[in-house]
C-alpha cells in the first residue's frame, strides 16, 4: 500500500523556517518524481517543487526560487523541502505526490501524479 504522510507543517513568521518532510511507504523514490504542491484559501493548487532520484532534476516555481529548496533521502524514502525567509503568500495547506516514471514532461504534469499525501498546513504571519 502506498502511502504519503507530510508532517512539519505550522505557523512561522515572515522571514523565518520550515522544514516539510514527506515520508514515502509503498513504492521507490527512483522510480517516482516526489512533488511539493500548496493550495492556499480560495485559490487553486499550484506546483511549488519537484525531483526526480532518478534523473536529479529539479524544479521550483519561481516565486520560490533561492528560497527553498528540495532533496530526497533514499535511504530513509523521505523528501524534504525546506522553506527559507518565509513570506506571508506562503501560507497554504502542501501536499506532496509520487508521480511514476516516464513522465511527458519535466516537470510533471499534476494529471501525472498518482498518489497523495494528507497535506500540512503552513502559516506565515506575525
Known amino acids: 500500500q502506498v502511502q504519503l504522510v507530510e508532517s512539519g507543517g505550522g505557523l512561522a513568521q515572515p522571514g523565518g523556517s520550515l522544514r516539510l518532510s514527506c515520508a514515502v511507504t509503498?513504492?521507490?523514490?527512483?522510480?517516482?518524481?516526489i512533488g511539493w504542491f500548496r493550495q492556499a484559501p480560495g485559490k487553486g493548487r499550484e506546483a511549488v517543487s519537484c525531483?526526480?532520484?532518478?534523473?536529479?532534476?529539479?524544479y521550483y516555481r519561481g516565486s520560490v526560487k533561492g528560497r527553498f529548496t528540495i532533496s530526497s533521502d533514499n535511504a530513509k524514502n523521505t523528501v524534504y523541502l525546506q522553506m527559507n525567509s518565509l513570506k506571508p503568500e506562503d501560507t497554504a495547506v502542501y501536499y506532496c505526490?509520487?508521480?511514476?516514471?516516464?513522465?511527458?514532461?519535466?516537470?510533471?504534469?499534476?494529471?501525472?501524479?498518482?498518489?497523495w499525501g494528507q497535506g500540512t498546513q503552513v502559516t506565515v504571519s506575525s
Open positions: 509503498g513504492l521507490s523514490l527512483d522510480d517516482y518524481a
Open positions: 525531483i526526480s532520484s532518478r534523473s536529479g532534476s529539479t
Open positions: 505526490a509520487a508521480g511514476g516514471w516516464p513522465w511527458s514532461t519535466w516537470p510533471p504534469p499534476d494529471r501525472e501524479y498518482d498518489y
